[in-house]
């Protein structure tokens, strides 16, 4: 009697393995099934438009891009004019140097 119940307990516990394996498959497949329908379903339809797109929002201000252009110009002008400042040094030596001899020819007399 023993020899029959190994290889029939064996085959019952491979054929629940079986089972659970192919039940677990086929749930697994109807699920990603569903799911791919759901996708596609989804693809398929036309998409919701909401706001427009932020280039169509933007309102052209023709005096607004003429004083922003004007602005950005005078500080342009204004930063180079910074950059190309020199002092006359020469000069302000010269006129340092008058004061100083009519101090020393006030300060003679």
């Not at 086929?26 to 797109?53: C, S, Y």
């Not at 006359?88 to 001899?101: A, D, G």
């Amino acid at each position: 009697m023993s020899f029959f119940i190994g290889p029939i307990t064996g085959g019952l516990v491979a054929g629940a393995v079986y089972y659970s394996f192919s039940y677990s498959i086929e749930t697994r497949t109807k699920d990603l099934q569903a799911r791919f329908q759901n996708l596609n379903h989804q693809l398929n339809q036309p998409a919701v438009h909401g706001d427009p797109p932020a280039v169509n929002r933007v309102v052209y201000s023709p005096f607004r891009e003429m004083l922003k252009r004007r602005w950005n110009e005078e500080v342009a002008a204004g930063f180079s004019a910074v950059q190309n400042f020199e002092v006359p040094w020469q000069r302000i030596q010269s006129t340092w140097e008058q004061v100083r001899e009519k101090a020393k020819s006030v300060g003679q007399q």
